[in-house]
């Protein structure tokens, strides 16, 4: 299967079968509808139908379609950037608020999925943040002396006990978090879509919001076949987001791929993460990998699949592995495919009030899973009124306008590019 915007490659073969759940035919009356299938609209969504409130979610093509179905699978605390620089970035009470909400994260999504039985490939055993060369060691052991500082169960491995848990390579140290773990994300999705329905949502698939127009004291937004009219709209689109409110337009989008190899023979499985931690690195380009539940290597990082790029990081891909682990021999891979990861211009997410009981939380920057999770309740406990606009995790601000956007982004293509073409060569 070649992977691409449309297919989910292996997270699609392997996870549960999706629930029916729509598309929208005729129109509807609701309190809330959520814009976007992917972890934010449904945690929101099972907030808010759990608290006795009609919710109506519309996903324009499959549940998961977005980044939530095609992201690598990490679980981790915190964002990219390191907790003292998000901290001086948003400042008092934002930076350490959002801080410690996000420290919880995975522990919240490890606790809903066990809460539900959801059928997702948990692995707990934590992830590795592998450092290359001098510099890399260095951005791991400001990241343990900030988040230990914040009583944070993380430690610095040193290269051999790196390589001890890796079962290869050449990294100075890794950066081990106990908090973290892995799932398959599409079935993570597809699990919080039974949830939500078992709760009282209403939840329809292949449903695109295509105008929303505000009626009185209500919003109704309209669809290609019905619509639905309710008090407030919560707009959980995040990169894949279209119009009325192109949220995503603050965001360069990043392409982030993914290669599973066919199943190893058990001496592979038992020599390479033999403890099934997740890794990724410090590389300016990072790249990403770990074993699902059937013993497929899932390696990934920055590229589309899709041209000449396909030959180009499929290429760097089997060069990097064997050089990473030469007991692996001959490889092929099994299927592959990739998704779109929005980078804002801090790095950081962002919490709008697009109108009037019009509400987004978004721009994840590659780190999906738990904080998607948690701002779906946040904004749940909002819209319930449980939670005030001073106590939010992030300040209110308005969309950013970034320039050269599309210019950025054929810029990033090509560069990922061009270090795959030559990285690994020598």
């Known amino acids: 299967m070649q992977g691409n915007r449309k297919s989910h490659g292996l997270w699609e073969l392997t996870a549960p079968a999706p629930p029916y759940t729509g598309p929208l035919v005729g129109d509807l009356q609701a309190d809330v509808v959520v814009i976007g299938g992917g972890y934010t609209g449904l945690s929101a969504a099972i907030h808010l139908a759990k608290a006795g409130v009609r919710v109506i ?3 324009a093509s499959e549940i998961g379609f977005g980044g939530s179905g095609r992201n690598v699978g990490l679980v981790n605390a ?3 950037v390191t907790p003292d620089t998000l901290s001086a970035t948003l400042g008092p009470p934002f930076g350490e608020r959002l801080i410690e909400l996000l420290g919880g ?4 999504v490890f606790e809903l999925i066990g809460r539900y039985g959801i059928d997702c490939e948990v692995e707990r055993a934590g992830t590795l943040h592998c450092a290359v060369g001098h510099r890399g060691l260095e951005e791991v052991q400001i990241r343990a002396e900030q988040w230990q500082k914040r009583g944070a169960p993380v430690v610095v491995l040193n290269a051999e006990e790196t390589r001890r848990k890796i079962g290869g390579g050449s990294y100075t140290a890794a950066l081990l978090d106990k908090r973290a773990g892995t799932i398959q994300p599409l079935a993570y999705a597809r699990g919080l879509t039974r949830i939500a329905l078992a709760a009282g949502a209403r939840i329809f698939a292949q449903t695109e919001v295509l105008t929303v127009s505000d009626v009185g004291l209500r919003w109704k937004a309209g669809t290609a076949m019905g ?5 407030w709209v919560i707009v959980a689109t995040d990169a894949y987001g279209k119009k009325p409110w192109q949220v995503q337009g603050e965001q360069i989008h990043l392409p982030y791929f993914n290669l599973a190899t066919r199943p190893l023979p058990d001496h592979l499985r038992t020599s390479i993460l033999p403890e099934r931690q997740g890794a990724w690195t410090t ?3 990072p790249s990403s990998f770990r074993f699902d539940r059937s013993g497929r290597l899932v390696f990934g990082s920055v590229g589309a699949l899709e041209g000449i790029g ?3 990081h499929r290429g760097w891909a089997i060069r990097s592995l064997r050089r990473l682990f030469p007991q692996l021999g001959d490889l092929e891979f099994e299927t592959g495919w990739f998704g779109m990861i929005g980078m804002t211009s801090d790095q950081l997410p962002r919490f709008h009030k697009l109108d009037r009981n019009v509400v987004s939380f978004g721009g994840y920057n590659g780190r999906g899973i738990a904080p998607g999770t948690v701002f779906g309740g946040v904004l ?3 819209v ?3 939670l005030a606009e001073k106590d939010l995790p992030l300040p209110v601000t308005p969309v950013e306008h970034r320039r050269f956007r599309a210019a950025r982004e054929v810029l990033y293509r090509a560069g990922s590019q061009l270090v795959h073409f030559t990285e690994a060569r020598l």
């Open 57 to 59: 979610l519309l996903e």
């Open 384 to 386: 319930l009124g449980h």
């Open 380 to 382: 749940a406990s909002y």
């Open 283 to 285: 590389s300016e380009v």
């Open 78 to 80: 915190g964002m990219w």
């Open 227 to 231: 619509s639905v009219c309710a008090e």
């Open 105 to 108: 994260g995975p522990q919240e």
């Open 310 to 312: 396909a030959l180009v």
